[in-house]
Nanobody, 112 residues
Framework: VQLQASGGGLVQAGGSLRLSCAAS??????TAWYRQAPGKQRELVAA???????NYADSVKGRFSISRDIRARTVYLQMISPKPEDTAVYYC?????????WGQGTEVTVSS
């Protein structure tokens, strides 16, 4: 399983950005976005389950949205009104048969 994350970059606070994670396999399983800021542990940002239910970190609820395109084998993270504290490297994750697969990460910098 290979995951290719893209879409990161520099964005102004209050703007918008969409991250993409292209998978080499079906994304009809638990997939998620994590992030890791400098000096901090990696944390779960958003996840989407096989039944399309979602869950979000409290810090991004109402601002970020996770979705997927089964046909395109891609999972997205729409970031609305990002804040400087959202600055981090974002990683996509796919879990299948109790095995976690990770993408290479895409860096997001939010300027104030």
């Amino acid at each position: 399983v290979q995951l290719q994350a893209s879409g990161g970059g520099l964005v102004q606070a209050g703007g918008s950005l969409r991250l993409s994670c292209a998978a080499s396999t079906s994304v009809l399983s638990w997939t998620a976005w994590y992030r890791q800021a400098p000096g901090k542990q990696r944390e779960l940002v958003a996840a989407i389950n096989s039944d399309r239910s979602t869950n979000y970190a409290d810090s991004v609820k109402g601002r970020f949205s996770i979705s997927r395109d089964i046909r395109a084998r891609t999972v997205y993270l729409q970031m609305i009104s990002p804040k400087p504290e959202d600055t981090a490297v974002y990683y996509c994750n796919l879990r299948r048969a109790a095995v976690d697969y990770w993408g290479q990460g895409t860096e997001v910098t939010v300027s104030s």
